[in-house]
C-alpha cells in the first residue's frame, strides 16, 4: 500500500514538472530561435534580456520580464542537439502561471516555423 502512495506521489510531481517545465526540439540557430521568441512575444508587451551564458551545453539563456519591466515572467534556454544534428533543445524554466501559455505558444511557433 505504501508502495502505491508513494509511487502516485512521484508521478503527480513529475506531471507537474513537465507541465511547467517543456522542452521543444528545434531546428535553427540559436539567434533566429531568440528572434522568432522575441517577435513572438512582443504583441503581449513582454521585454526580453538575451544574453551569453556560462552553463556548459547552453548556448543562449534570456530572461523574459513583465510589460513593466519590474518582474519577471520566465526564461528560455537555447542547447545543442545531444547528437551532431543542427537541431537546438529550447526550454523554459521559473514561467508563472499566467505567462505559460503564451510562452508555450510563442514556443510551438517557432518550432513549427523552422520544421
Known sequence: MIKIIF???IGVVCLAAARYSPVTVVNAHPSAIARCLA?????????LDLHETDIPGINKEFTVYY?????IA???WIANSMTIASERIVGMNGVSKQ??????KSLQ???TAYQ
Not at 39 to 47: A, E, M, V
Not at 67 to 71: D, F, K, L, S, V
Not at 99 to 104: R, S
Request: glycine share 10%.
Open 74 to 76: 520566465g526564461t528560455f
Open 39 to 47: 517577435d513572438n512575444l512582443s504583441p503581449y508587451g513582454y521585454i
Open 99 to 104: 505567462a505559460y501559455p503564451i510562452f508555450n
Open 7 to 9: 509511487i502516485s506521489i
Open 67 to 71: 510589460r513593466n519591466g519590474a518582474y
Open 109 to 111: 511557433q517557432c518550432a
